[in-house]
C-alpha cells in the first residue's frame, strides 16, 4: 500500500519535466512578444506593458508572476524588470526561437508519427531558420571564418545553399567588407525572411537571394556568379532524409562540376545519441539529446563523422581541414566544419 508521506517528494521530482516544458514555452512567447525586449530597456507596471502591447492584462499579469517565480523578472513598487538571469537570457533566444517555435509542434505529433507509414511531423520552417541563425552567432559563424581562412588567395564570393533568413550572411558581409553573397532558401517565409534581413541592413547589393532547393539551384537557375566557396550548414542531412544518398552526391558533384575549383564548407552534427559516454556530457542532455530526437520525426537523418568521410570520398572529394567548435561554446565534439574541394 502506497504510504502517503513517501508521495510528495517523488511528485515534485516527477513533475520536473512538465515544469521544464511550461517554463521553455512561456520564455519562448517572452521572447517572442516583444516583452523581453522591452522589459530589458526599462522596468514598466503591468497597465502600462499591457497598453503597450494590446494584451489584456489578467492574462499578462499572469505571464508575469510565473516568470517571477521562476526567477527570471523581478517587482518592485508595481514595476516589473528582468533579474540578472532574465538578462542573462539574451544570448540563448535562438534556442527557444528553433526548438520551441520551430519545432514545438513536432514533438506533440510525436506519438502519433511513430506509427508505420505516417507521415513525418510538422515544424514552423521559418522559425527552425531564424532560430538556427541566430544560434550560428556562436558556433557555425566562426567555425565557418576559421574554414574560410584556409582557403588559398583570397575569397569573397559565397554561395549559402539553405541560407534561413540570411542572418548568417549579414553578418558575414558586415563582417567582411569585401564579401559578396548569394542565398538560396527553399522555405517562402524563411526566404521573405531573409529579404527583409538584408534590406533592414542595407545589403542587396552585395546578397542576392533566391527561392528555390539547393538542387533545383543548380538544375535550373542560370547564372555567371562564380563563388569561391559554398557552404552548406545542416543542409546536408535533411536532403539526405529526404532524397537518399544520391541526391546528396548529386548535389556535392553538380556544385563542384558547376563550378571548378570551388571550396566546399560543410557544417553537420555527428549523430552519437547511442553513445553512453558522450551522453553523459552537460550540454549533450540539455541540447543535443533532443535534437537528435526530432531528426527522424521530420524526415532528417543525421549521421556519423565516418559515414561523411565516406560519402565525401564517394562524391570525388577530398577533406582539407575538419575543425570542431570552440570548446568555450561547446565542448561536446559534436558539431564539426569539414573544408571540402574536388579530388584533383
Known sequence: MLRVDSLEPRLIEALQ?????????????????????????SELALGELAER????????EALLSFLQNEGILKQHEGRYGLTARGLGLEDFRGWYTMLVGGYGQTFLQMGERLQRGSPPATRDAARVGVGSCAISYFDAIPLTRSLMARIPGNPNRLLDLGCGNALYLAE????????????????????QAAVRVVRSRGLESRI?????????????????YRPDFIVLGF?????????????????????????????????????????????????????????????????QRLETRAFWDDLFARAGLEVLARQDVDPSVDSTGLEVGYLLRKKS
Request: aromatic share 12%.
Open 235 to 299: 543542409v546536408l542531412h535533411e536532403l539526405l532524409g529526404q532524397g537518399g544518398e544520391a541526391a546528396v552526391l548529386e548535389l556535392l558533384r553538380g556544385a563542384t562540376e558547376r563550378f571548378q575549383g570551388v571550396h566546399l564548407i560543410v557544417i553537420e552534427v555527428d549523430q552519437q545519441m547511442n553513445n553512453p559516454r558522450v551522453m553523459r556530457h552537460g550540454l549533450a542532455m540539455a541540447y543535443y539529446n533532443a535534437y537528435y530526437l526530432l531528426h527522424p520525426f521530420t524526415q
Open 208 to 224: 542576392r537571394l533566391t527561392c528555390s532547393t539547393a538542387l533545383d539551384f543548380f538544375r535550373v537557375v542560370d547564372t555567371t
Open 17 to 41: 519535466p512538465i515544469r521544464g516544458f511550461a517554463f521553455a514555452t512561456t520564455l519562448y512567447h517572452f521572447f517572442e512578444t516583444g516583452l523581453f525586449d522591452c522589459l530589458r530597456d
Open 53 to 60: 502591447h494590446g494584451m489584456d492584462p489578467a492574462r499578462l
Open 172 to 191: 558575414f558581409c558586415t563582417a567582411l567588407p569585401q564579401v559578396e553573397a548569394w542565398g538560396v532558401e527553399p522555405d517562402p517565409e524563411g526566404y
